[in-house]
């Protein structure tokens, strides 16, 4: 049975990047729109890579028809990080 996720929250409401677990997803409040959201890939020599999936679609009158776009966005951040916000499911097995 799959574990539920629960919002973690760290010392003075806040976590570091370095308390993270792979799979985590973290939430960046300055970020709006729907992608402020992205989960902990890889963590190594104090840097903490994420990623974020993402679809648009666009509609061209002169095609015909709507071209969906999917793709996923990366980034690097210092394990020194501070997030208010983290989801988890527990350490991974």
């Not at 402020?36 to 679809?55: D, S, Y």
């Not at 983290?86 to 991974?92: Q, R």
Request: charged share 20%; aromatic share 12%.
């Amino acid at each position: 049975m799959e574990q539920p996720v629960e919002l973690v929250h760290g010392v003075d409401g806040v976590v570091f990047g370095y308390q993270l677990n792979l799979g985590d997803i973290v939430e960046f409040p300055n970020m709006g729109g729907g992608y402020n959201n992205a989960t902990v890939k890889q963590k190594k020599a104090g840097e903490i890579h994420l990623f974020r999936p993402f679809t648009h679609t666009a509609s061209f009158s002169y095609t015909g028809g709507v071209i969906c776009y999917i793709g996923i966005s990366q980034w690097t951040i210092n394990d020194r990080e501070l997030f208010k916000r983290v989801y988890t499911k527990g350490p991974l097995k």
